[in-house]
């Protein structure tokens, strides 16, 4: 399994941005594929995005499709999560997950962190 520790986290007004990192270490990260998660107080956690451990695929959820980019740095282990024209309705803890897969399901990830709190004001 590898340590994952995200970051980035924070307060935006609606129409702002954020950057989130995702930064592993314990195991050659390329071996991996990153999923981020969220969740809202009092709602399930839900997939956000996901990408392959080469970089080259990735997937989205439609609620951030166009919004959110997620990619990676192999030499920096590192995945990013860009999110861009945020909403209130984003607001939530946001988790990254470490896999053999690129899965929107959760239980297919080994390896989560602490979460990042991402707060996105009206």
């Known amino acids: 399994q590898v340590q994952l520790v995200e970051s980035g986290g924070g307060l935006v007004q609606a129409g702002g941005s954020l950057r989130l990192s995702c930064t592993a270490s314990g195991r050659p990260f390329n071996m991996y594929a990153v999923g981020w998660f969220r969740q809202a107080p009092g709602k399930e956690r839900e997939f956000v995005a996901t990408?392959?451990?080469?970089?080259?695929?990735?997937h989205y959820a439609d609620s951030v499709l166009d919004r959110f980019t997620i990619s990676r740095d192999n030499a920096k282990n590192t995945v990013y999560l860009q999110m861009r024209s945020l909403k209130p309705e984003d607001t939530a803890a946001y988790y990254c997950?470490?896999?053999?897969?690129?899965?929107?399901?959760?239980?297919?990830?080994?390896?989560w962190g602490q979460g990042t709190q991402v707060t996105v004001s009206p």
């Open positions: 997950a470490a896999g053999r897969s690129a899965a929107v399901d959760a239980g297919r990830y080994d390896s």
């Open positions: 990408i392959t451990g080469s970089g080259f695929s990735t």
